[in-house]
Structure formats: structure tokens, C-alpha cells
Nanobody, 119 residues
Framework: QVQLVESGGGLVQAGGSLRLSCAAS????????MGWFRQAPGKEREFVAS????????YYADSVKGRFTISRDNAKNTVYLQMNSLTPEDTAVYYC????????????WGQGTQVTVSS
């Protein structure tokens, strides 16, 4: 079992910044990928960013490249999402998720944290 707990969401004005955190516990493995996804009202959940635990390879959706940065602290089993230059289009519930190194699917998800960007 893997437990994921997000924090750091809130209300921010357009152009502002937020940093989300995702604390992982349980059977996490060195080579697992961790990802951030988001779901806006009335829209499907979409990929935002991902990072591997072992070598810090990172991947981003085109919509957030240059504005968001994913990072991790292995000692704390925590993944972060630094979000800068936020726009109202970034308003969504943000979820972190784990993808085991041997799988193509994210199998554990957090409960989500709300990010609201006002114009």
C-alpha cells in the first residue's frame, strides 16, 4: 500500500505562486515515478508533470512548461510542484499519484488539493 497526502492548495491572484506538496508513505520504491495531475470543473483529469525518484527525470504538459517545476526530496519522501505565473485556467483540483517503475499506469492517488486562481 502507498499513501499520498497533498497540501499547499489555496486561493491566489493571477500572476501569483503556490507550492504544492505530496507526502508519500508505505511501499514506495526508489525507481517509482510520481506525477501531478489536475481536474477542472467539467473537464477530464489531465497530466501536469512527473518526476522519477531515482534520477530526477522530469516531464511537463505543454500548458505548464516554463511556469511549473516538479521536484522531490527523497529523504522526506515528498514531491513538490512549484507553480508560478498562475492564471485562472490553472484553477483545478490537483492530485499527486504514483506509478511503479514496472508499470505504465498510476495506481495510487492522493485526495487532491484545490487551487483557485482569481483574475
Amino acid at each position: 500500500q502507498v499513501q499520498l497526502v497533498e497540501s499547499g492548495g489555496g486561493l491566489v491572484q493571477a500572476g501569483g505562486s503556490l507550492r504544492l506538496s505530496c507526502a508519500a508513505s508505505g511501499r514506495t520504491f526508489r525507481n517509482d515515478f510520481m506525477g501531478w495531475f489536475r481536474q477542472a470543473p467539467g473537464k477530464e483529469r489531465e497530466f501536469v508533470a512527473s518526476i522519477s525518484w531515482s534520477d530526477s527525470n522530469t516531464y511537463y504538459a505543454d500548458s505548464v512548461k516554463g511556469r511549473f517545476t516538479i521536484s522531490r526530496d527523497n529523504a522526506k519522501n515528498t514531491v513538490y510542484l512549484q507553480m508560478n505565473s498562475l492564471t485562472p485556467e490553472d484553477t483545478a483540483v490537483y492530485y499527486c499519484a504514483r506509478r511503479a517503475y514496472y508499470s505504465n499506469e498510476y495506481d495510487y492517488w492522493g485526495q487532491g488539493t484545490q487551487v483557485t486562481v482569481s483574475s
